[in-house]
């Protein structure tokens, strides 16, 4: 399987919930982390260009953002989880806007859960993996930041978890820096599609 070839990118819906985004039938590939994981940095990375607002401020995408790639299918930026600065109810709508997208979105083919090596796994990000789980939908582990560690603190990471979230399936590594699994991201991407 050759990688997604990302042609064009448009911001084509910012919404509070996901049932007031595109009514189309295209398909949807989604990605999920907890706040400041990297997400931003991630589909700049993959779309080739500076869309997806990067903040040093976790916890910036509050709302459900839709890219049109292509015009054949929609990346789907959903908000960052776990910041503790926001008031309790917000981080529950947040929650909620997420598993709710997560269970009823049809369309949903792929979702990229984003996971920081570097810090322990949260019970948020087994809840992600349930949800898809629960959703159906196929799951593609990325760990983000991977240029910050050793390799051999990497691959220990991978296989926590491997355990932890992948059934056994080591995540892949991403650097938005040294564009470290770009075109593993985008060949996943591509057989989700398929």
């Given amino acids: 399987m050759s990688p997604v070839r990302i042609e064009n990118v448009t911001l084509r819906a910012t919404v509070a919930e996901h049932g007031k985004g595109p009514k ?3 398909p949807q590939v989604a990605f999920a982390g907890r ?8 589909l700049n990375s993959v779309f080739g260009q500076r869309l997806a607002a990067v903040s040093k401020t976790p916890g910036k995408t509050r709302t459900i953002n839709y890219y049109l790639v292509n015009n054949q299918c929609y990346f789907v930026d959903l ?3 776990g910041f503790a600065r926001t008031g309790r109810e917000q981080r529950q709508t947040w929650g909620r806007n997420v598993s709710a997208y997560l269970l009823e979105e049809e369309r949903l083919r792929l979702v990229v859960g984003l996971v920081d090596p570097r810090v322990p796994t949260s019970p948020l990000d087994v809840d992600l993996v349930g949800f898809v789980r629960q959703a159906g939908a196929s799951l593609l582990l990325v760990m ?26 080591p995540p892949l590594a991403f650097s938005a820096r040294t ?7 985008l060949t996943a991407i591509a057989g989700a599609l398929a």
């Fill in 24 to 26: 189309d039938a295209l």
């Fill in 35 to 42: 706040s400041n994981v990297g997400k931003s940095s991630l």
């Fill in 79 to 81: 908000p960052g989880y």
């Fill in 144 to 169: 983000t930041k991977a240029d910050r560690m050793s390799r051999g603190a990497l691959a220990q990471a991978a296989a926590r978890l491997a355990r932890e979230l992948g059934d056994g399936v």
């Fill in 179 to 185: 564009g470290a699994g770009h075109k593993d991201i």
